[in-house]
């Protein structure tokens, strides 16, 4: 797995990138709310969190096949 050219330096202006990181947080703290509201671990909130943090990363990884198929 190989990352983006510069993805430490332009990953916090990749719109895809801040809406992945929005969709953690809002979760993150909806899945925080049940726990302390109801008391049940609420599994649902917690893969959403997981789900956009992986989405957030995968934008960032280079997709070799993609670039070999607009070459030719």
């Given at each position: 797995m190989k990352l983006i050219e510069d993805a430490g330096r332009t990953w916090h202006r990749l719109w895809s990138v801040r809406l992945a990181a929005s969709s953690v947080?809002?979760?993150?703290?909806?899945?925080?709310?049940?726990?302390?509201?109801?008391?049940?671990?609420?599994?649902?909130?917690?893969?959403v969190?997981?789900?956009?943090?992986?989405?957030?990363?995968?934008?960032?990884?280079?997709?070799?096949?993609l670039k070999a198929a607009d070459n030719g």
């Amino acid at each position: 797995m190989k990352l983006i050219e510069d993805a430490g330096r332009t990953w916090h202006r990749l719109w895809s990138v801040r809406l992945a990181a929005s969709s953690v947080l809002i979760n993150a703290a909806d899945a925080g709310y049940q726990a302390w509201s109801t008391g049940q671990t609420p599994w649902r909130s917690i893969m959403v969190v997981v789900f956009s943090a992986a989405i957030g990363v995968s934008r960032l990884v280079v997709q070799e096949d993609l670039k070999a198929a607009d070459n030719g």
